[in-house]
């Protein structure tokens, strides 16, 4: 029944031919007329005789053996006719060429070939007419005789479409997968027991009904019987196909299950003739090797046991290095190669012990050897003392990971550094005979010394501290010097390690396969399959690389055993020659400093970021030197300077210790690379303290000289046009005194500065020497140049307010007894004051040199006192007009118009503007008297034009006005017949009311 309905289907899968499937199919037979027909032929294989791969389904793919010269699908080209006649499109899409091409691609009309001839039916006139009798004579036997292919097409759809009806007249409960006849239901379905009677009677009616029902049953039999019968004779060929193929399998099983026998008993040929025999040899050779290392094991524990006894020879040598490394090897093999040995279960503590002891020998012996180094005198050479003992040390030390050892050279560092102060101080004391030893303190005795003598002692202990650095400096330096190489030493066979794996990868991975195949492993014993896994080799060839293997794991104790033996025969020569023994330290010590580190196990040195944290405790302590150096002469400043000795210093002695103290800090910076703050900041507050006696004594002197300035124009000596030629050539330096010269040359009556006369005071002249101190100082002492700049402000502030109390206040009335302040003595003091002025921009560009840029906001002062001194000069400008001012007040409001003319008022007013223009023309610039005339005019003006108001004249050409005219024209030519007021326009008709 499965038959059947595998059957009904074949209809539907043979209609392939019809054009909507868009498929392009070949026949088979060239002489078949139609392929929809020819379908049902063509069988899928059942069994094919070779695997088509992978559990494809049968109609997946062509059998390569039942079609392999059968033209099949796949056989087929996508060509371009079957893509421009696909039958599944009503019409052919303009966007297949279009996309590319252009829209004009489908409508372009193809022009036809010039070489192509015009082919028409008259060419095939000739063989038309040739043909058509025997076209009617075949056309003929068509219709007697059909061919048979056409006779079956026909009967072929006829009995299918009848197979067809027939079966679907059998029931579809017959043909459903779960049918069975233990269902109720479905035996109810199947025998209908309702047409029978229920009673259990027969009659004649059940007998009909269960007759007609057995009949009925027996003919959907046969229609399925006839079905299956039809469907096995068209298949008939594929079942007899199937046959085949499984017996010509079972011949090949035949043939394999042969030739395997075959095999098995060749491999036990081999095996029995061959094999036997040279694994015999292979296990001989193992038994060889396995002596050889018994013997290199018992080698090496002889040498083993001698390891105490060298050690000890090593250590009475003071061989640390060579000790360490030779408890160092022995308790890697003790570990490694001889690891469960019951006599040598006790060594191992043992040596760890002696270690422990080297390390207290080696830390003892690295502070002697500092102590020596750092307290020999310095009158020898600077070369660090035994060079190669103390790069022996720092090696064992590392080695020990004793990293603190520097602290120990800081400890002994600051105990020479007490006694080179000590040594220094009593040399300087024996040479003196005052100064009782036994009966002061020693900084009491430094106090006692007169300047020069403290002086020297300091320089004597700056020098002894500058070759105390050096010493240190190339002490560490030897220390550096260990250090990189060990780190440089390390990171090289970091790299031939990484090298090294990188060559002998492929190697590794070869064997790494051997072994994953079933490789040999003669160490663990397994020898007999070394046979197995050379592929492609002889057994002669296995058999030398075995041995070639075993040689390899033979060697690897002997080595450690070399080792072990060279450390003890060294030692041993260096115990037994002691005479040589430094040589030898030297030569040990280099080779595992430079040649033999690679001997030591990585681990036993530190790490690469200890050792760069050791080099950088090494430059940190270089700078502790140098801070230990300065805070050890700090004290020695600071005893000097208890009883406020260095502030009683003259300028030129502390200069020369400011000097002093700047070079030994430079030189410190230089040998070191950082700069010490404490000795240059005990400097400073000693140079503040400097400053201030400084300033309070030039203070002081200068108000002094203030309080006895009667403010009469000095003259000016040649020694001070000297030193104001020098400021104006940009030296801003006070320069040095000569013995003779200035007394032969007379004072001049003004001191000319860039082409200008200024008449001055005595008082300026000095103050000028002054703020010339003040600049050299810091000339001398540059760190000093804030404090000196706030100091030189004060001083002219100083001087600005008290000449201001002195002259516009009148207090030299009192002081000096001036009877009274005159216009002179006033514009003597503008003239100073503008003298000063000149000399602020100097001042402040050459501090400014002196200056950081984040100082710059201290050059502020500057302004504010350049300020403050113009106020005061605009300030005795007005005090001038004032005076005439006042006089005109009181001149003027007695002025009346009438004969005689010139009036007494105007002859008075013009004798006293020549009094003040005598007075003040040769103390004040030509450009400022004209200013101050043109001031003193217009008050003049402002007051006659008050009094003409108030007598009623005007300018209306009368008498009075004429009167007037005369008095003004007097007026006039007076003031222009002064000197230097020629051209000076007085615009007179300004005292007359302007007309509204």
């Known amino acids: 029944m499965s038959s059947g309905h595998g059957s009904s289907s074949l209809p539907q899968s043979s209609g392939g031919g019809d054009p909507s499937d868009g498929l392009f199919h070949k026949p088979r037979d060239p002489s078949t007329a139609s ?97 058509a009798q025997r076209e009617k004579i075949h056309e003929r036997c068509k219709i007697i005789c059909p061919n048979k292919d056409d006779l079956s097409v026909p009967t072929i759809t006829n009995n299918y479409d009848k197979a067809r009806v027939e079966l679907e007249q059998v029931p579809k409960i017959f043909m459903k997968p779960e049918f069975v006849l233990n269902d109720p239901t479905t035996f109810n379905a199947v025998l209908p027991w ?13 007998v009909a009904s269960s007759r007609l029902l057995q009949e009925k049953l027996s003919h959907y039999l046969d229609v399925v019987e006839v079905s299956i019968a039809r469907q096995i004779s068209l298949r008939s060929e594929a079942f007899f196909h199937a046959m085949s193929s499984q017996h010509e399998l079972q011949d090949r099983l035949r043939e394999t299950a042969d030739a395997v026998a075959k095999l098995q008993a060749r491999t036990a040929a081999i095996n029995r003739v061959v094999c036997r025999g040279p694994l015999r040899v292979l296990r001989d050779a193992l038994t060889y090797n396995n002596c050889i290392k018994l013997h290199n094991k018992l080698k090496l524990m002889a040498a083993v046991h001698q390891t105490q ?19 160092a090897t022995t308790k890697e093999v003790l570990q490694q190669e001889l690891q469960g040995i019951h006599s040598f279960r006790h060594l191992g503590s043992q040596l760890c012990e002696m270690e422990l002891l080297i390390d207290k020998m080696m830390v003892a012996d690295f502070s002697t050897y500092a102590q020596s180094d750092l307290n020999r005198p310095f009158e020898e050479d600077c070369q660090v003392l035994e060079k190669d003992r103390l790069q022996s040390l720092v ?21 020479a550094a007490k006694n080179i102060i000590r040594q220094c101080v009593l040399k300087s004391l024996s040479r003196i005979n005052e100064i009782d030893l036994n009966t002061i303190k020693l900084y009491e005795q430094m106090r006692l010394m007169t300047f020069n003598q403290w002086f020297d002692l300091l320089m004597d202990i700056f020098e002894q501290f500058i070759s105390f650095v050096k010493r240190i400096k190339a002490t560490l330096g030897v220390i550096r010097n260990v250090v990189l190489e060990i780190l440089d030493s390390s990171q090289r066979s970091r790299q031939a390690e990484v090298t090294s794996a990188t060559n002998h990868s492929d190697s590794r991975a070869n064997e790494d396969e051997e072994e994953e195949s079933g490789g040999p492993d003669l160490r663990s014993g397994e020898a007999e399959l070394a046979y197995l896994t050379h592929e492609g080799l002889f057994i002669s060839d296995a058999l030398n690389e075995a041995e070639q293997r075993s040689c390899v794991a033979a060697q690897t104790p002997s080595r450690t055993q070399r080792r072990l033996e060279a450390c003890g025969s060294d030692s041993a020569s260096a115990t037994t020659d002691s005479s040589s023994s430094r040589e030898h330290n030297s030569n040990t010590t280099s080779s595992l400093t430079i040649g033999g580190t690679g001997a030591i196990s990585e681990d036993v040195m530190p790490s690469d970021l200890e050792l760069g944290r050791v080099a950088n405790n090494i430059q940190e302590l270089l700078y502790t030197a140098s801070d230990v150096s300065h805070d050890r002469c700090v004290k020695v400043l600071l005893s000097r300077a208890k009883d406020g000795s260095l502030e009683r210093l003259s300028s030129s002695e502390f200069v020369c210790l400011s000097q002093a103290v700047e070079a030994f800090v430079k030189d410190t910076e230089d040998l070191c690379g950082r700069r010490s703050v404490s000795l240059r900041g005990a400097l400073q507050s000693q140079a503040n303290r400097f400053v201030q006696r400084f300033h309070e004594e030039r203070k002081t002197k200068l108000s002094l000289l203030l309080d006895n300035e009667r403010w009469k124009q000095a003259d000016v000596p040649a020694e001070f046009q000297e030193l104001v030629d020098s400021i104006a050539d940009g030296r ?98 503008s003239r100073c004051l503008q003298l000063v002025v000149h000399y602020i921009p100097v001042i402040r560009a050459h501090f400014e040199t002196r200056l ?35 006089m005109f007040a009181k001149t003027v409001s007695k002025y009346e118009v009438k004969a005689p003319m010139p009036s007494a008022s105007l002859r008075n007013v013009c004798k006293q503007m020549s009094k003040m223009h005598e007075a003040i023309y040769e103390l004040l610039p030509e450009e400022q008297t004209q200013m101050l005339f043109l001031r003193i005019n217009a008050s003049f003006k402002m007051h006659l034009k008050r009094q003409l108001a108030r007598l009623g004249v005007i300018n209306d050409a009368g008498p009075q006005n004429g009167l007037v005219m005369v008095d003004v024209a007097f007026y006039t030519g007076n003031v222009q017949a002064l000197r230097s007021l020629e051209q000076l326009d007085l615009n007179m008709p300004e005292i007359w009311e302007q007309k509204r």
């Open 395 to 415: 090696f064992g030390l590392l080695r020990q990971r004793k990293l603190d050892f520097l602290d120990i050279y800081s400890e002994e560092m600051m105990h």
């Open 194 to 206: 309702s047409h029978f009677s229920v009673a259990g009677g027969k009659n004649s009616r059940d």
């Open 35 to 131: 392929r929809h027909y020819r379908m049902p032929r063509s069988l899928p294989d059942v069994c094919p005789k070779e695997p088509t791969g992978e559990g494809r389904g049968l109609c997946d793919g062509p059998s390569v053996v039942a079609d392999q010269h059968r033209w099949t699908v796949y056989n087929s080209k996508v060509n371009l006719p079957a893509a421009l006649n696909d039958p599944r499109l009503a019409k052919r899409e303009s966007d297949f060429f279009t996309k590319t091409w252009g829209l004009d691609f489908t409508d372009t009309e193809v022009m036809p070939s010039f070489y192509l001839p015009n082919i028409t039916r008259e060419h095939f006139s000739s063989y038309l007419h040739e043909t």
């Open 732 to 829: 801003i330096t006070l320069p040095e005194r000569k013995a003779t010269g200035f007394e032969e040359r007379k004072p001049n009556e003004f001191l000319c500065v860039d082409g200008q006369k200024y008449a001055v005071v005595g008082t300026v002249l000095l103050l000028i020497r002054m703020f010339l101190e003040y600049c050299q100082c810091v000339n001398d002492i540059p760190s000093i140049a804030t404090d000196i700049l706030t100091r030189l402000a004060d001083l002219l502030k100083h001087f600005n307010s008290r000449s201001c109390q002195l002259v516009l206040g009148a207090g030299a009335l009192q002081v000096v007894g001036l009877k009274t302040i005159t216009t002179r003595n006033l514009a003597l003091a």
């Open 309 to 327: 006894p060298t050690v000890q020879l090593l250590l009475s040598t003071s061989e640390f290095v060579g000790a360490l490394e030779l408890i």
């Open 852 to 886: 950081q840029p984040k100082q710059y906001n201290i050059l502020r002062h500057f302004d504010h006192i350049t300020k403050d001194y113009n106020d005061h000069i605009a300030e005795i400008s007005a005090k001038l007009v004032a005076i005439m001012d006042n």
